[in-house]
């Protein structure tokens, strides 16, 4: 049974999680972290599928997210490196709390795959796991180009500055963000390094990350296309990582897209073939 809890980001700012046990006996711990503007709980059904197959999983709302969101998001100071280095870097050894002995993992939604080279827990896991997870600049996205323009150059700035925050949750676009994360978000998108426009700094630590990874993108995602995965993995340069880019129809699917792989009809192939990459990390 899952529980609903607190944990503390790095600088003692409380983050909403859950916990979900090991059913039998565990052989591994497991950070979920989500994508931009989606909850904790759409993650559920995948965590707790996890937890019956041996693994300890966690997962939480990044702070101004969620249920980790203050009542007022304006003027409420958060960014994407604060969530890299302050949220995501506590998360990962919370996480581990679970079973310190056992083989500790990562799986990160679109966002949340994208900051693992920023955060220096990263380093102790025995394997990272990205779905749909890749660099952010716009002029990778060709299947919705005009929206796409729109919301970088015309809706986040224009509605940021007016509102203190970004206000996405009425406009049904991503989500509301805390205005550092939108502001930095966009400062990230419009530029092909993504990330790594941070400068040299960054550059380094995803450099220095040396842990095997599987990156998982579907031929039918309108969000994050695979050159665009392919350019994010690419960050990498001293890990050992594996793609896997699927057309739905190779698994008899009609839509996987930017959030069908944590779908239940998923669990057959694409979450069973996740753990037995997870399981052949701990054996190796």
């Known amino acids: 049974m899952e529980l609903r809890d607190i944990a503390k980001a790095s600088?003692?700012?409380e983050l909403a999680v859950t916990r979900y046990p090991a059913e039998g006996t565990a052989w591994a711990t497991m950070?979920?972290?989500?994508?931009?503007?989606v909850r904790q709980d759409f993650y559920e059904p995948f965590a707790r599928h996890l937890a019956m197959q041996g693994i300890h999983v966690l997962t939480f709302d990044w702070r101004g997210m969620g249920a980790s969101a203050p009542a007022r998001l304006r003027g409420f100071e958060a960014d994407l490196v604060t969530w890299a280095e302050r949220d995501l870097d506590a998360m990962l050894r919370e996480s581990r709390r679970a079973a310190p002995g056992l083989p500790a993992f990562a799986l990160g939604h679109s966002l949340g795959g994208q900051l693992f080279g920023a955060a220096a827990e990263s380093a102790g896991l025995a394997g990272i796991v990205t779905v749909t997870a890749g660099?952010?600049?716009?002029?990778?996205?060709?299947?919705m180009p005009c929206r796409v323009r729109f919301f970088w150059f015309v809706a986040l700035p224009?509605?940021?500055?007016?509102?203190?925050?970004f206000p996405g949750k009425r406009l049904r676009m991503v989500g509301d963000l805390p205005a550092g994360v939108a502001w930095q978000w966009r400062h990230w998108s419009t530029r092909p390094e993504y990330v790594l426009a941070e400068g040299p700094a960054m550059r380094a630590r995803y450099d220095a990350l040396r842990v095997p990874m599987l990156g998982w993108s579907f031929e039918d995602d309108a969000i994050i296309t695979k050159p665009a995965v392919d350019d994010l993995h690419g960050f990498y340069r001293h890990a050992a990582v594996e793609r896997r880019h699927v057309a739905p129809r190779e698994r008899g699917r009609e839509r996987i897209g930017h959030f069908g792989y944590f779908l239940p009809p998923s669990r057959a192939d694409l979450w069973a073939e996740t753990i037995?990459?997870?399981r052949a990390r701990v054996a190796g």
């Open 158 to 165: 224009l509605l940021t500055a007016l509102f203190g925050y």
């Open 11 to 13: 600088d003692g700012v």
């Open 135 to 143: 660099v952010g600049w716009y002029r990778h996205n060709d299947r």
């Open 31 to 37: 950070l979920v972290a989500g994508a931009m503007g």
């Open 276 to 278: 037995a990459w997870l």
